[in-house]
């Protein structure tokens, strides 16, 4: 399970690692770079990049790589306006009134006493 997550971390940070090094050939910000798309050009050039014979290849294969990570940068993202909100907690019924209005021309009945026998 350790070796795991481990393993699991150290693939992250290799995928950071490239993702940097893919945003620097273009001077774009790392946040421009889309993470899926180094992934899918990671897993699709490591056999090309494992099968190269001379390190001129690796290189060359390598620079290629990094060019097309960095060929498809994201959108810039607009900031919105205004800060997120919290929605209310939707109720099943209406609130309860809290102040209760009588009518002043009516005036409660009282309950007859009952004498005892």
């Known amino acids: 399970m350790a070796q795991d997550l481990l393993l699991g971390i150290t693939a992250d940070n290799l995928i950071r690692w490239v993702l940097r090094e893919a945003a620097a050939t273009r001077e774009l910000p790392v946040r421009r770079m889309s993470h899926a798309h180094t992934v899918h050009c990671v897993r699709a050039y490591a056999p090309r990049l494992e099968r190269a014979v001379s390190a001129a290849e690796r290189q060359a294969l390598w620079n290629e790589m990094l060019r097309v990570i960095a060929a498809v940068p994201l959108p810039v993202r607009m900031r919105l306006g205004q800060p997120r909100q919290v929605w209310k907690k939707a109720r099943s019924y209406p609130p309860r009134p809290t102040v209760v209005v009588r ?15």
């Open 103 to 117: 009518s002043l021309s009516r005036t409660p009945k009282q309950r007859p006493v009952r004498k005892g026998p």
